[in-house]
T-cell receptor, first 113, second 113 residues
Framework: DTAVSQTPKYLVTQMGNDKSIKCEQNLGHDTMYWYKQDSKKFLKIMFS???????INETVPNRFSPKSPDKAHLNLHINSLELGDSAVYFCASSQEVFTNEQFFGPGTRLTVL | LAKTTQPISMDSYEGQEVNITCSHNNIATNDYITWYQQFPSQGPRFIIQ???TKVTNEVASLFIPADRKSSTLSLPRVSLSDTAVYYCLVGDNYGGATNKLIFGTGTLLAVQP
């Protein structure tokens, strides 16, 4: 069983479109995260949710909106996609906030044309 | 915003001990230091976490000096399969106003036969 799963694995779309990336964890963790990894492999946190409550909201354009329907899911919706949004997006989860190991999903490679 | 910096790359040979350092001058009082390993096309994977002094597990050791402004990941007797990018992860201190998670710039470790 995959601990943290993301769909889709690859996403190719046109500028201006709206898209969503789904994330699910079956570890029973309370905290979930979204990270962006750019072409230079820099990892940057975007959002963090604890028990469905937003606890980290980095300086991310408001075109990005996380949605947590329950503790096991944290989806990322992106409006009006731009070329600069092209990156690999990772979902992760942990039992506690910050002080515990995070389990990462396999990543979603988003390409905006 | 203080950066969390690492050497860009390191080379080693099989069987050697490898030490990778991370500089995090503005680490917050309550922040932990965590190290991750990332293979191509995969999400980062937890290696080790610590707060101060030394932590050891079955795969690595983590050395943290008293001022906690840096940390060193030590990999004993590396093998070819240890070739990967290694990231440190710490919080960043904005004077206690905000919790942050900052990944280091990543170190590409290349292990040769």
């Amino acid at each position: 069983d995959t601990a943290v799963s993301q769909t889709p694995k690859y996403l190719v779309t046109q500028m201006g479109n709206d898209k969503s990336i789904k994330c699910e964890q079956n570890l029973g963790h309370d905290t979930m995260y979204w990270y962006k990894q750019d072409s230079k492999k820099f990892l940057k946190i975007m959002f963090s949710y604890n028990n469905k409550e937003l606890i980290i909201n980095e300086t991310v354009p408001n075109r990005f909106s996380p949605k947590s329907p329950d503790k096991a899911h944290l989806n990322l919706h992106i409006n009006s996609l731009e070329l600069g949004d092209s990156a690999v997006y990772f979902c992760a989860s942990s039992q506690e906030v910050f002080t515990n190991e995070q389990f990462f999903g396999p990543g979603t490679r988003l390409t905006v044309l | 915003l203080a950066k969390t910096t690492q050497p860009i790359s390191m080379d080693s040979y099989e069987g050697q001990e490898v030490n990778i350092t991370c500089s995090h001058n503005n680490i917050a009082t309550n922040d932990y230091i965590t190290w991750y390993q990332q293979f191509p096309s995969q999400g980062p994977r937890f290696i080790i976490q610590g707060y101060k002094t030394k932590v050891t597990n079955e795969v690595a050791s983590l050395f943290i000096p008293a001022d906690r402004k840096s940390s060193t990941l030590s990999l004993p007797r590396v093998s070819l399969s240890d070739t990967a990018v290694y990231y440190c992860l710490v919080g960043d201190n904005y004077g206690g106003a905000t919790n942050k998670l900052i990944f280091g710039t990543g170190t590409l470790l290349a292990v040769q036969p």
